[in-house]
């Protein structure tokens, strides 16, 4: 019952927050925000899964009540943890009081309500990555868009109504697509599955057990359900073409709100296609594996041309976030088990990264109130400590060994350049690794030009160092990231565990 | 559970109603001087709390359902109490009293607001009595008992002009739908020879081919059939009787606009849902060569269409809710449109139809209930006159983000499980095309939903003053709305016992 009280908790400390005053509801919420954080942290402790929950896996924490029944198929509350999922606990639950702190200096304006949202977010994040059932997984994973909703619209920048509307949009089609997906497979599997459990519907269309549906074949319903589902999380991860929402909700979008939006947001669409796609319906992945290698590429090469191109700070990161997805879609269609696994630490480690980049964009945005590369110049006089750890985690984004970005990395290429299930596999890694030539390029050019050199600033602030509660979470994400680069085993170990099972559902030929 | 009680008893949630509606009367007549705008809404609440306590009671205990010894008849059959009945019952005493509590505030300075209340009550009084009706003749009484007060009620404001017009428009399509109606029961008698609906069906399905003086006589129930579905077309309020609808909601005082577009439109279904499955069910009909069916998906998806795309370009916000309510009709005919000969899914489907209209009834009549306070406000009619409403009344205008999700059908709000489940029933029954026309019109009404959201909560008021008005706190109102809001938000875990009491009373019927 542990992860039912994580998400209670976080939902009842959204309302506690929600009523409390102005003043102190910040404090209170890092406060209440530690409680899930080392709630997971416990969870961690005693984590006994093994195996990946859909392919029949040892799932721990595994509560399943039956909720409702409807047309013949049982909804219950069924949530577990594996070890896809467990990091991704993790990630979340202590991302969220590092966005928290991160937010007392920003947010000026109805702060009780702010962060009473972040932990209403923070609860249905907890769900994503929990559910296993897939009505319960929808309700969490759409009642994660009404607080990004109202975080964009309220407290982000000029531009907010246009990015919150464009944001909620695009994601809620994207939804709708994917739900329509996921639904005619159910509805082929025809009365082999009583429930819309994850694991007896993987089971099921493993077995076999999808049915001519309206006259369509079970081959072609497959397929049209996979692009679907493809296509609805493409938009979430994003992937190029669709990811054109995410820069500007990311530039309106608060400091800590980026922080979730790019650290654990942009997971839920991976986590989902690894979830979803790729262990449910393996074969279809394969058999589209060129075209999404290729997709997976132009991501990474496009996102970090894009990024090249920008001078607001926060956009290079953002379309950078572009360009590491790629890397973690490449790592899934591989089907090996470093290229999935390394994929699913990818997810956690550009989480801890992108966190740090935005959160120290955001400290540098507070104190100059410019994010424009050309009107800056040589903070690293004025903020030292607050530039250092800007300089290093721009480090771990280009992948600098012993940080987590390395690891995630290099697992991926090692598992994608000799992948038997992808064609011309290392042609798409040699070209997937090139983009990691133009990220140095990129982040090297900006910190060049606004961190080094003597101080100049286009605007009238006085620039000093910026106070202990923005810079600590800064060095906390900092000394996680290197720990995770340097003991990339304290999760990878039970990610390929549930990784293996994925890559096995997939049957190579030559 | 053996039914001690006089079989009478059955009766009380309707008999609560209606007796308290005389009550009021009563009070009215001899006290006209010491009558007090708060009892007369106390003891109308009351009266509308106890019917409905009356009838969760027997649901809960089985009254009228197959495991207690079936349907209980009374009045020489003409009266039938079962579980749909009594589950419609549930939504119309929750809407009446939701809407007399807010009454009381919205009424504050009317000089004689108890003809309101017993108006109301006896409206609800016909609606439950439709809702037991299995006579013909017991269906027209007890429409018009719903209608005559309905007319009153949209004219109560006899001092606005808009009120009387409203009235005034409903009235004259009410009456002319009255007679249609009653000329299509008068033209079924004449070809099968019985007003009760089992003995109708039973003739219906042996006059296929039979003919007589006056012409074939399915001819002639098959026209009646059409005019009676015109009068179930004008009461929910769809194409091509929907015409009133807008008018009379928007003209009407708010919490009768909540009640008829909320319980009169409930109304309307539970007499469609049970003339059609009982009176003319699928097969007899359609051995009739009467494919009202078809009718019906037609009139489902040019409602919904039609309702949704005119409530997208409104600018009042009671008018666009007001077209919304057009648009949820459509989905709720869905539960008679995607019935099938063959029976199978017959009971899912018109269940989910019923779970959506109990969903329904706190969502909606919510929203109105919310355009009632921002009158009560005068604060304007427009969206831009709701704008930063959140910033006064955080609570109210929470409560109407929440209405405003859930009609659109987003979790974690009821809206969302009672639309989809309809959807899918309406996809396992075999008909895709429905379903699939039913979530594109979702995706279109999230947009004009979250522009009252967009309103309340992001954007800036028009002028600083223009929110001064909204320094009274009206009560009841409040509490009427804070309490629709977290049924709305609590239906979705309870979901289960709702729809799986509407499909079990909705299977009873086939």
Redesign the interface.
Known sequence: MIVEALIAVAFASALLVMLSPNEWAGRLAFALSLIPFLGSLYLWSGFDGSGNALTGGEIAYQTQI???????RSVSWFVGLDGISLPLVVLTTFLVPLAILSAWTPIDL?QS?FYGLMLFMEA?LLGVFTALDF?LW??????V??PM??LI??WGGPR??YA??KF??YT??AS?LM??GF?SLV?ALGDSVSSFALPEITAAIANGGLETW?GISPGRIAMVAFLAMFLGFAVKVPIVPFHTWLPDAHVEAPTPVSVLLAGVLLKMGTYALLRFNFTMLPEQASALAIPIAAIAVISVIYGAMLALAQKDLKRIVAYSSVSSMGYVILGLIVFTEYGVGGATFQMVAHGLISGLMFMAVGVVYNATHTRMVGDMAGMADRMPVTVGILVAGAFGYMGLPLMAGFAGEFFIFVGSFSAPALPYAPLFTALAMFGIVIVAGYLLSAMQSTLFGPFELATDYDVGPAPFHDVAPLAVLLVAIIVLGVAPDIFFEMIRDAAVPVVEGVSVDG | MVNTLPQVTALLPVLLLGFTGLALLLVDTFRPDTRSNTSMAVVSALGALASLAATVWFVASGTGSGDTGGAILLFADAVKVDTMALFFTAIFASVTSLVVVAAHDYFHDHPNPATFYSLTLFAATGMSLLAVANSLAVVFVALEMVSLPSYVLVAFLKQNRGSVEAGLKYFLVGALSSAIFLFGISLVYAATGSLMLGEVAGVLGDIASDTDGIGSRSGIAGLGIVMILGGVAFKTASVPFHFWAPEAYEGAPAPVSAFLSSASKAAGFVVAFRVFTEAFPVGASLSANINWVLAFGILAAVTMTLGNFAAAVQEEVKRMLAYSSIGHAGYALIGVAALSADGS?NG?VMG?AMAHLLVYGFMNTGAFLFVAMAERWDVGRTFEDYAGLA?RA?VASTAMAVFM?SLAG???FAG??SK??LF??A??N?F?WLAAIG?VN??IS??YY?RV??AL???DPASPTALDAIDVRPTALYAAVVFAAVATVLL??G??PV??TA?AAASALF
């Open positions: 039956e909720w409702l029944e409807v047309g013949g109805r309500q249905n009505f929808f309700v969490f994973w759409e009642a868009l009404v909703y109202f619209g309220i907010r109504k919150a509307i909620f949009v809620n089609a709708l739900f329509i639904m509805f309206f | 899914g899912a989910a910033e955080p999700f987003l979790p974690p969302f499980f989809y489940f899918m029933g996809i396992d075999g895709l979530a979702s995706v999230l947009y979250s959201v967009k909560f992001i954007d979705l875990p979901f289960g729809i799986e499909e």
